[in-house]
Structures are given as structure tokens and as C-alpha cells.
């Protein structure tokens, strides 16, 4: 079995600070940061210039990305597409995909539990004369496959729908969305699937768009790829001169993307053991919670077990999540990117309960996190409540 590679939490005052919000954020791997310096060092050419520094650092670029398909076992015919992030990434495929379909069609079909950079993008392509349809859940978040389908008709472009929601943890069946559209070919399937990669198995062969980030899985910020198959064209949304990709212009990073393939190659390792790590914190934090009165648990046990979704009934989010961070817990109400807010529309659109949504917060695990620190955060809650 492979050694678990350590992990930087140096800036982390361990003995007092307990960090609950690897959703939002990793801490970078120590080999990661290595990895980016090595590649800072050695590949400091221009990728896109034409002499012998450039066409070294673009070599490279080409080897880490071919790396990262084959760690996330898509094949060859998939072209991997650098990006600053997940926000780029989603705004690329949606915006992309209308502007080079939408003489075609002019009808998109997201969730109602999207990354806010899905909902903006469809927002603001629905302001320019497209058709947005949100697809039908069942309770628990879920999209109902066949109603899904009765949404689509000839005039459909796109279906965009996140693997996993990242306030609540919800998993949506990718496999049976991608069975189901194979029966409308001329749809194209765009899975944002930032929270699953490096957490969960999950096979993106088939799909047509996919968005993801590297610092979810102990990579750095700013890096991030939107990996679309052979037959799905895009128009660019960001102009410029000559570049790696005819998709992205600009220079292209060459230390974060080496960086970023060294963090899903990291996160490949104990993969298995990981994860049980962060079920058995789920199952352990649970039990706890159901003994606290006006605590609800809005995530379900088939939910990512990374993401644990609760409402302190009376207490509104911002102001828990402040008594916390004083306390040096650090937890979310909403998405990192969405937290300004006491109301969680997730919250509100799952339950139709608005005290559950004004006074719902997020807690997120990794395999870093440890018993002692779920006792800490109880016996705050606690005194919190009281």
C-alpha cells in the first residue's frame, strides 16, 4: 500500500483551529507545491512562443494533461481545456455551446441545485433570448429522469447538471442522464463535476462538457479544466493571439497545470481508505447531531458524505457562522461563492421551509479530519444553542 503523502495544515493552529470547509477550499499538498515550483523553475518559457523554452514548457503542459485523462480514465478523443477554475469552466461550456449552437436551438436544461457560476451563466444566456428550463427533482434533490426527458424536444441545445450538489451533497444519476440522452444525439450533456473528482468514482465517459477545479482536491487556486469530447464544439469566450488551444486564449500556466495533475495523481492514492475515512466522520458527526435538539440534517445518507448540510433552527447562518470562526471553527452557510446571505435557496427550493433556510450552514470533510475535531465542533454547537 502506498504511504500517504502529508499534507501542509501548518497554517492551521491545530491545537485551537478546526477547519470544516473543504468544500469550499483544500489546504495544497506539500508535493503539489513542490511540483509547482519544480515546473516554475525548469519550464519558465512562454508556452506559446516558438523557440526552444516555449516548445519545452508547451511539451510539458501536453504531458500533464494527457496524465490527468488517462488518471480520470477518459479516452484519447477528449481535449482538455486549462481554465482559471470551475467558475471559467462552466461559463465556458454553457456560453460556449450557445453561441455555437443556438441557430439550432435555443432551449438549455439545468437544475435548480447548481454552482452559482451555472445558474449566472443560464441567467444571463436566458436574457439574450434563450429558453432555460429547470429539470424536475424528486425530494430529496434528485432529478426525475423521465420528466427530465419530457423537457427536451428539437429545439434543446444542452442539458447542464453537477454531479453533486456542493451545499448539500446531493448526488444526481450522471449514468442514467447519460443512458437517457443517448436517445437525443443532438443534445449535448455538460456535467460540473468540481465535487466529485478526487471524492468519488465516477465515470464521465460519454460526457460531452466536463467542469473541474483543482484546489477541491488539494491542488492550488486558479487552475482548472473544462474537458470536452471530440464532437462538441465551442465558441471561445475569451479572445486573444496564439495560444496551446484554439478554445482559451491567453499564456497558459504551465506550474499550475503540472501542479494540478501531481494533486489528482495525490488524491488517486488511498483512494479507497479516503473515503471510508470521511464516511465513518459522516456516520459519527450524525449520531451526535440527532441528540441536539433543533438540529435538522438536511443531507441525506445517499448524499456525498464529504458534505453535511444542517439547520440550527432559531439561529440565523451568518451570525453561526461567525460565533464559530471566533471560536476558531471554520465552517460555510452557502457555497464560498454565495455566503453573503442568511437564506439558502437550496435550502428553501428542497424543503419549502424558509426557517430551515435562514438557518441552514454547511460542514465539509476530508480524510484530514479526525474525531477530537467533530467532539470540538459538538461541544460548541452545544454551548452555542444554549
Known amino acids: 500500500m502506498h504511504q500517504k503523502p502529508p499534507i501542509v495544515k501548518d497554517h492551521f493552529n491545530k491545537a485551537k483551529d478546526i477547519y470544516l470547509d473543504y468544500a469550499a477550499t483544500t489546504p495544497a499538498h506539500t508535493l503539489v507545491l513542490a511540483a509547482f515550483k519544480r515546473a516554475a523553475i525548469k519550464y519558465y518559457g512562454n508556452p506559446n512562443s516558438a523557440h526552444a523554452l516555449g516548445l519545452k514548457a508547451a511539451n510539458e503542459i501536453t504531458k500533464s494533461l494527457r496524465r ?18 470551475a467558475t471559467e469552466s462552466n461559463n465556458l461550456a454553457l456560453k460556449g455551446i450557445a453561441l455555437q449552437y443556438g441557430k439550432f436551438g435555443k432551449t438549455i436544461i439545468t ?5 452559482p457560476s451555472v445558474i449566472a451563466s443560464a441567467n444571463y444566456l436566458a436574457k439574450q433570448g434563450f429558453n432555460v428550463k429547470i429539470a424536475p427533482s424528486n425530494q430529496w434533490g434528485r432529478v426525475d429522469i423521465n420528466e427530465l426527458e419530457k423537457l427536451i424536444d428539437d429545439d434543446t441545445i444542452l442539458v ?3 454531479s453533486i450538489n456542493s451545499e448539500i451533497g446531493i448526488r444526481q444519476p450522471i449514468a442514467a442522464i447519460k443512458t437517457m440522452l443517448r436517445q437525443h444525439p443532438k443534445v449535448f450533456f455538460h456535467v460540473d463535476a468540481t465535487q ?13 462538457l466536463i467542469s473541474m477545479a483543482a484546489h477541491k482536491f488539494y491542488g492550488l487556486k486558479g487552475v482548472g479544466l473544462l474537458i470536452k469530447s471530440k464532437r462538441t464544439q465551442l465558441t471561445p469566450i475569451i479572445h486573444g493571439g496564439h495560444s496551446t488551444t484554439l478554445i482559451r486564449r491567453g499564456t497558459p500556466t504551465t506550474e499550475l497545470i503540472v501542479s494540478m495533475e501531481k494533486a489528482l495523481r495525490i ?34 445518507p445517499e448524499d456525498l458524505p464529504y458534505i453535511l448540510n444542517i439547520s440550527i433552527l432559531g439561529k440565523e447562518s451568518r451570525s453561526t457562522i461567525k460565533y464559530m470562526s471566533d471560536h476558531g471553527i471554520y465552517i460555510s452557510n452557502h457555497t464560498a461563492c454565495d455566503s453573503e446571505t442568511n437564506t439558502s435557496i437550496t435550502i428553501l427550493t428542497l424543503t419549502g421551509d424558509k426557517k430551515r433556510a435562514d438557518s441552514s450552514v454547511r460542514l465539509s470533510f476530508s480524510y484530514l479530519t479526525t474525531i477530537d475535531e467533530i467532539d ?3 461541544t460548541i454547537l452545544k454551548e452555542y444553542i444554549a
Do not use: W
Not at 111 to 115: D, G, I, N, Q
Open 196 to 208: 466529485s473528482i478526487g471524492k468519488e468514482n465516477i465515470d464521465l465517459n460519454g460526457v460531452d
Open 267 to 300: 488524491a488517486m492514492i488511498n483512494f479507497n481508505e479516503n473515503n471510508q475515512n470521511v464516511i465513518n466522520i459522516n456516520r459519527y458527526i450524525r449520531e451526535k447531531l440527532n441528540c441536539i435538539k433543533d438540529i435538522i440534517i438536511n443531507s441525506t
Open 376 to 378: 470540538r465542533f459538538i
Open 68 to 85: 490527468i485523462r488517462l488518471l480520470l480514465g477518459l479516452p484519447s478523443h477528449y481535449e482538455l481545456i486549462p481554465t482559471s477554475g
Open 111 to 115: 437544475t435548480a441545485f447548481e454552482h
Open 160 to 162: 447542464s447538471v453537477g
